[in-house]
């Protein structure tokens, strides 16, 4: 008795790597959200001082980590549902699959570690070296720092997860 054909797998590939691009572009897109409002008013012994995200290199970095992530994240979502539309995919598309996700995943990563270290140790340090009022404002400015680089962290695992297809993807290709 012969055995039944395989089964199609219920999620095609394509869209589990769609979903994993739409998941790292919101991710970055609320990283660049919550650190772009990210400014709180500390008052020091009567006297008041504006802080922003940009105030702090390693929040900077960071900013910039998630927007050149997300240029590249919605350059390659474009890709995806072309793809997934038109069923092809172009030999480019492989080795920019293969090269960015790498590249962007890493990059992603420094600005999430460089957040997580920043707003571990300034806080600490505002907190040991300025009087404060209040430690609410402080509190809030590196939460959010925190929050922010957990979303850049998820977004690294997404496009690391993309790039261990892709590069199963490529090499399963010739190209001359």
Known sequence: MASPPPSPPLVSLRVVLLFLRVLTV??????????STNSVTLVSQGNAFKFHFKDVYAYRYMFSAAIIGLL???IQLFFAISELATRTKSPFNYQLDFYGDKIISYLVATGSAAGFGVSKDLKDTF??????DSTDPVDKLFSRGHASASMLLFAFFCLAVLSVFSSHTISKHQFS
Not at 127 to 132: D, G
């Open 26 to 35: 919101a991710f970055l897109v609320i990283t660049v959200i919550i650190l």
């Open 72 to 74: 590249y994240a919605v």
């Open 127 to 132: 907190l040991a070296l300025v009087v404060l």
